[in-house]
């Protein structure tokens, strides 16, 4: 048995013992008949992706674990007990099974309140095969002694009901520091932060990065979601060449700037309008590729003059009265959610381009 010294807390009449443990034994003091699916008195069903992701966040990334685990005991032998420290100091301090055969007379002797995915992440069942049996890795834990079932599920809804999520935007701002982005926010973040630098981008300054305040702003998260959804990097070889995140930028910014003139209106002073409001945005970029791929057919240089014609192509396309001040997004019901959007520029960019395909070949009979 292993002497595990401990930290005493109360808070009113609930007295708590924290310590360091490695979790690739604690794991071992849990019921090992829990597995993914099984539904448990005061925790949520196992999600296998989570206890991956913590596993190769542990392992392949060299992670860190820093907040508490917090569980509590359900066997007498496990009990915190005390000591006297040279200076006459009350020590607390509580034996843990540490060897092979310990470890399995002590199975099923805590629950865990909060942390189970992290703790089952060190199994062997899940355990990244980069985190070695002789690598030290510890956690903080914090034990409740014997704690009633109604304490236990207090304590889960607590430090669940009671967290405010960080924002997604802010998570990725700081999965760039570390370098852990995944595929597309390595591909579209440069991309994105160019639009947000750049003196010739209608988007300089409007772009979220992180957590900072930018009023009526865009999330750089939401950004590269779009920018994945339309293909950006693919545009290519829409050109038969390949494009630069500068010569992107340059291409997106003439774009928007075509969208800006034909509408009389600012993405850098947005008002209430649709075009300007992210759902707006989506659309416009959903049809990017569309534009170009016309414009390379067509044999027409790229730029706003290009684009504020297509527009009203797609305008006469779709029967907008224009004369009433209808605009491509006086359909609001579009615009309320991703999925509508999406769907909305799918089925515009083909009634563009059999609209213009009809124009092209108008009073053209192939049997005279």
Do not use: C
Not at 354 to 368: D, H, I, Q, R, V
């Amino acid at each position: 048995m292993k002497k595990i010294y401990l930290v005493k807390t109360t808070q009113f009449n609930e007295e708590s013992y924290t310590g360091s443990i490695d979790p690739r034994k604690l794991v071992r003091l849990v019921d090992q008949s829990i597995d993914v699916g099984t539904l448990q008195e005061a925790q949520r069903p196992l999600d296998k992706k989570h206890i991956m992701d913590i596993a190769d966040h542990v392992g392949k990334d060299k992670g860190m674990l820093p907040t508490s685990v917090i569980v509590g005991t359900k066997d007498k032998r496990l009990k915190v007990e005390k000591e006297k420290s040279p200076d006459g100091k009350e020590l607390y301090y509580i034996m843990m099974p540490d060897t092979d055969s310990e470890l399995k007379k002590f199975e099923n002797t805590i629950d865990i309140s909060d942390g189970q995915h992290r703790v089952f992440a060190f199994s062997d069942k899940y355990r990244s095969s980069d985190l070695k049996n002789d690598d030290i890795y510890e956690i903080p834990v914090t034990f409740y002694i014997m704690p009633m079932l109604t304490t236990r599920q207090r304590l889960f809804y607590t430090t669940n009901a009671k967290q405010k999520s960080v924002p997604a935007n802010l998570l990725m701002y700081l999965r760039s520091q570390l370098k852990l982005l995944n595929k597309d926010e390595e591909t579209f973040l440069p991309l994105v932060k160019l639009l947000n630098s750049e003196n010739s981008s209608p988007l300089k300054g409007r772009i979220i990065l992180s957590a900072e305040k930018v009023n009526k702003g865009y999330k750089a998260k939401e950004l590269v979601k779009i920018l994945n959804k339309a293909k950006i990097d693919e545009l290519g070889l829409i050109t038969a060449q390949q494009l630069t995140n500068n010569q992107l930028a340059q291409i997106i910014s003439n774009y928007l700037n075509g969208w800006e003139n034909r509408y009389q209106l600012s993405y850098r002073h947005p008002g209430k309008e649709t075009m300007t409001k992210i759902s707006g945005l989506r659309y416009i970029i959903l049809l990017l590729p569309t534009f170009i791929e016309i414009s390379m057919n067509n044999e027409k240089k790229f730029d706003d003059k290009f684009v504020e014609k297509i527009i009203k192509d797609l305008e006469k396309a779709k029967g907008i009265d224009t004369a009433n001040d209808e605009t491509l997004f006086s359909e609001s019901l579009s615009f309320r959610g991703e999925g509508a959007t999406v769907k909305l520029a799918e089925d515009d960019a083909k009634t563009l381009k059999a609209y213009l395909a009809n124009k092209k070949s108008s009073g053209f009979n192939p049997f005279t």
